[in-house]
């Protein structure tokens, strides 16, 4: 027993939040393990990363210091990639036409194909730039923290990005959508037309998503505002310019088809719930023995 108490001392609260995932995809894949593909191997790697994160814990080495911060952001993306595979098999029906439904009850329209009457390859061009460097924009934060050193709070931020993304990948899986682009399909007038990368971009983030659920909530809404609400932690200089970012992805994600407004609005009240609960959410899984820069 003091063995696994040591051990759970020495977990810092991204740690938990990761390992709490890990299980529950772990019940995912016993629970669907005969109509799960690979389900044996996806099993392997959560075994695997669960036990690489303990040694790295337990037995601490050169690659420790960079391995316990970094990690999450390897973990974490891979849990993405997953989600592909959960969906069509935990679920056999999805949200679109629920989601769509409450889009055109709201607005007395469907909003992808109303937003076509502003449509033009120089504003078509700028908003899928804006969506494709939302990763960036996103890790920017802490890699600014990281810069300058301020380990305690890049260990939050991590924290808060982390559980940010989770958050939203249970959404996915509860309500599980492809977005109107798809749906929609058939009722857009023309194709969305930008000027030199458009197609590229788009067809690269289509290449990196796979065949993706990823709808509700907004994963580009919810992150970006963490995003910008993190840079409180940096300089007052980043606020306003994350601000405009965050309102022109919001906008992007909705005029590029990519996200019903309903999304947008769950992905804000994600948001809003993690940046009031996740301060003492941190605290409370914060142990003593736990502190910036320990094993």
Not at 173 to 178: D, E, K, N, Q, T
């Amino acid at each position: 027993m003091a063995a696994v108490l040591d051990v759970w001392a020495r977990l810092w609260p991204v740690d938990k939040v990761i390992l709490a995932y890990f299980g529950f995809a772990v019940v995912l894949i016993v629970g669907w393990w005969g109509s799960l593909p690979q389900a044996a191997w996806l099993l392997a790697l959560h075994v695997l990363g669960a036990g690489l994160l303990f040694y790295e814990i337990l037995r601490p080495n050169l690659t420790t210091w960079y391995f316990r911060h970094w990690y999450p952001l390897i973990y974490v993306a891979s849990c993405y990639k997953e989600m592909a595979m959960f969906v069509p098999v935990v679920r056999h029906t999805y949200a679109d036409q629920w989601l769509a439904t409450v889009d055109r009850a709201f607005w007395h329209a469907n909003p992808t194909v109303w937003l076509e009457r502003i449509a033009s390859p120089v504003l078509t061009e700028f908003l899928q730039i804006v969506y494709t460097l939302f990763v960036p924009a996103v890790l920017l934060i802490p890699v600014l923290l990281w810069r300058k050193q301020r380990y305690a709070e890049f260990q939050y931020c991590a924290f808060l990005i982390a559980l940010g993304y989770l958050v939203s990948y249970v959404g996915y899986l509860i309500v599980p959508a492809r977005g109107p682009r798809f749906l929609l399909r058939d009722l857009q007038h023309a194709p969305l037309q930008g000027l030199w990368f458009f197609q590229t971009m788009q067809g690269t983030l289509d290449r990196l998503e796979s065949v993706a659920y990823d709808c509700f909530p907004s994963g580009h809404t919810e992150l970006t505002i963490l995003a910008w609400w993190s840079t409180r932690m940096l300089t007052n200089s980043l606020f306003l310019p994350y601000f405009a970012y965050t309102l022109s992805i919001i906008f992007a994600t909705v005029y590029l088809r990519y996200h019903y407004t309903i999304d947008v609005v769950a992905g804000m009240v994600v948001a809003a719930i993690l940046i009031v609960a996740a301060p003492s959410m941190y605290q409370h899984l914060k142990t003593k023995g736990a502190q910036v820069g320990g094993n």
